[in-house]
């Protein structure tokens, strides 16, 4: 470790694991929930552990990467943080407000919860994945702003490198976007119109920036190869990543009331959105094989690839898959989706956190070159399991989807109705919790991984 | 080559992957892609047998076997390419097995439209039943790749002509090969189980 105050991501990044379980467990009781839909009810009803299982999602994968932004921005400036404590305060505000909105979803009936956190006054809450009160809203545009606040004018004291410069636009971008969350017309077309200006413009925009940033700075540290080369792709990506994706919020407009041409907009460009991911995975693939150093922290290694291809698949593929309008038509909120979502959420965004987690870890905790090659051997499995399981998830999802267009969309005739059609797709969704077991056994994995070696210094470069 | 008795044996060569393996798991997902759509194909017509019994009988046959021909031959064309980069360097000859390769796909391409047009003519329409609906998928699905591969070899022989490859550089030509030759072995798939079969 270079500089002291990059010890602050070390909270963020566990707080983020700890969170990242919590998805997962939800995630099981959902899996049982569409075999059995009364399962846990009423203590914990399906929109709740949805909510739950979303909105955990979003929190570690933020936390996550404010612990990447506290560790590599000093080291890429070439300086201490602006203000370590000011890091460590927001860092116990979100966890605090973060835990409460949570046990406010488990405790009180999501009502109740509006009517305690005085929703009437500026109306929020209600929106998929935006169901935060808006208090926590507020909170998090505070903590947002004096994260930005914090690691902005560490670059501004320190060295400006491309990879500073592309995570603090990345950053701000998220800010800015998330000010749509206060945005609530009475119009439905205008409240979705505006409401994927969080969503999609985060996820297949600005987040992909953050992506790109990350999985730079990791890779440089892994191979040694010239920053020079590393920064060129980067440009490449970040441009077409762009070009893609801001048109490319055409495709969430098909059919909810906005003008046609968005068919083709949306069909055209987001067709061009698998193209940044596939050379995000040609680049990855490139430095590794062209790596002037052995790393003994070899398995950030394997995460950093790992993460390229899983994004490529996740996103590119089986976001491809269904985003052309005529296919759309038909697949628009099926499990095609869910499929997609799964697959795009946790190759591209869950494993570059934990692609920076495996390798600032070992370094925040005295282990320059990594954990001893026991705990590393340890980490492998868990990479397997999780990347294996998650692809299970993706295809039994895909086998339901399509199932359920043939049954519910296709017919022109005597279509089947939803819950109908869910109760005929069970025998897919057995499979798909076995994948969340072993998903989750792959969890468990990886954080057995960090108590493995505790006596040991490091691995032998 | 002639070794003495007792003599180490030489050491095995170095495993060596075409391309950038990145390209591989494009290849993988294009082709599972495929299978999925030939899992589904078999499972309608395992349920529709009297539906898929004549459906390939009113098929042009002709075009399907005109445009693998055409295909396999591109394959050939585009291994050419590539050989002569890796034997001798020789980018011009590396360039006009390239543009064959183009010229071939141009080929496909004016075939599939006359046998859209074949098939027009014939009453074959994609509305027409569950097998026609899904031959019309089937094959617009692989043109819209061959669309791709020209874009694909198209940049490996502006690449070529610039110069970016010699004889120990040809990683992104090697990967604009393999993804043309999944096009054709999609191809070679498709075309029985649709034209002769059905």
């Known amino acids: 470790m270079k500089y002291e105050s990059q010890q602050v991501a070390k909270p963020y990044f566990i707080f983020a694991l700890i969170l990242f379980t919590g998805q997962i467990l939800f995630g099981l009781i959902l899996g049982m929930q569409y075999i059995n839909g009364d399962t846990l009810f009423p203590y914990i009803p399906f929109n709740v552990a949805r909510m739950v299982h979303t909105n955990l999602l979003i929190v570690w994968l933020l936390f996550g990467f404010m612990g990447a932004a506290y560790y590599l921005v000093p080291e890429e400036s070439e300086t201490e943080l602006f203000s370590p404590k000011l890091a460590l305060i927001t860092f116990w505000v979100f966890a605090a407000a973060g835990v409460a909105t949570i046990l406010g979803y488990l405790l009180v009936p999501y009502a109740t919860l509006a009517e305690i956190t005085g929703n009437d006054l500026l109306p929020t809450m209600g929106r998929e994945f935006l169901e935060q009160p808006t208090i926590t809203k507020i909170g998090i545009v505070v903590v947002v702003l004096s994260f930005i606040f914090n690691i902005g004018m560490t670059i501004l004291k320190g060295r400006k490198t491309v990879i500073n410069i592309v995570l603090i636009t990345g950053l701000i971008g998220l800010a800015v976007f998330f000010l749509f969350a206060f945005y609530n017309p009475v119009n439905l077309v205008l409240d979705k119109y505006f409401w994927w200006w969080v969503v999609h413009l985060w996820v297949e925009g600005v987040w992909e920036l953050i992506l790109g940033a990350i999985l730079a700075f990791v890779l440089i540290k892994v191979t040694g190869v010239d920053r020079e080369y590393i920064e060129k792709w980067l440009y490449l990506i970040i441009a077409l990543t762009l070009i893609s994706g801001l048109i490319g919020t055409g495709h969430h407009y098909y059919w909810i009331g906005t003008p046609g041409y968005w068919l083709w907009f949306g069909s055209i460009f987001s067709a061009l959105e698998p193209i940044p991911f596939f050379m995000m995975m040609l680049y990855a693939f490139d430095v590794v094989k062209r790596r002037r150093i052995e790393p003994g922290n070899k398995i950030a290694s394997t995460w950093a690839v790992g993460t390229a291809t899983m994004a490529f698949l996740g996103a590119g593929v089986w976001g491809f898959i269904h985003t052309l309008a005529p296919v759309n038509y038909y697949t628009h909120g099926s499990q095609i989706t869910a499929a997609h979502g799964h697959l795009a959420f946790f190759g591209a965004y869950a494993m570059i956190v934990i692609t920076i987690i495996s390798y600032a870890m070992p370094i925040l905790r005295g282990r320059e070159n990594g954990n001893p090659a026991a705990a590393q051997k340890v980490e492998r499995i868990s990479f397997w399991l999780m990347c294996i399981s998650m692809i299970g998830i993706t295809l039994a999802l895909t086998a339901a989807g399509i199932w359920q267009v043939s049954l519910q969309r296709l017919p022109e005739t005597g279509a089947m109705g939803f819950i109908d059609t869910q109760t005929e797709i069970i025998p897919v969704y057995w499979i798909r919790l076995v994948f969340g077991l072993t998903f989750t056994l792959g969890v468990l994995t990886y954080l057995a991984s960090f108590f493995i070696g505790k006596n040991e210094k490091s691995a032998t470069a | ?198």
């Open chain 2, 1 to 198: 080559m002639n070794r003495t008795f007792g003599e180490a044996p030489p050491t095995a060569p170095e495993r060596y992957t075409p391309a950038n393996p990145a390209v591989w798991v494009f290849v993988l997902s294009e082709m599972s892609e495929f299978a999925f759509f030939f899992i589904a194909f078999l499972l309608v017509k395992f349920l529709n047998p009297e539906l898929f019994g004549h459906g390939a009988e009113r098929l042009a046959v002709w075009a399907g076997f005109i445009n693998t021909l055409i295909l396999i031959t591109s394959s050939w064309f585009v291994a050419r390419g590539v050989q002569g980069m890796k034997r001798n360097g020789d980018r011009r000859r590396t360039a006009v097995w390239l543009a064959l390769t183009l010229g071939a796909a141009f080929l496909y391409c004016l075939v599939k439209y006359l046998e859209y047009r074949w098939n027009v003519e014939h009453g074959v329409t994609i509305r027409g039943d569950l097998f026609f609906s899904l031959y019309y998928y089937l094959t617009f699905n692989h043109l819209l790749h061959v669309l791709i591969g020209v874009c694909v070899i198209g940049w490996a022989l502006i690449q070529t002509l610039l110069g970016a490859y010699d004889r120990h550089h040809v990683e992104g030509l090697e990967g604009a090969a393999t993804y043309w030759h999944m096009i054709d072995l999609v191809w070679i798939l498709l075309f029985p189980m649709l034209y002769i079969v059905g």
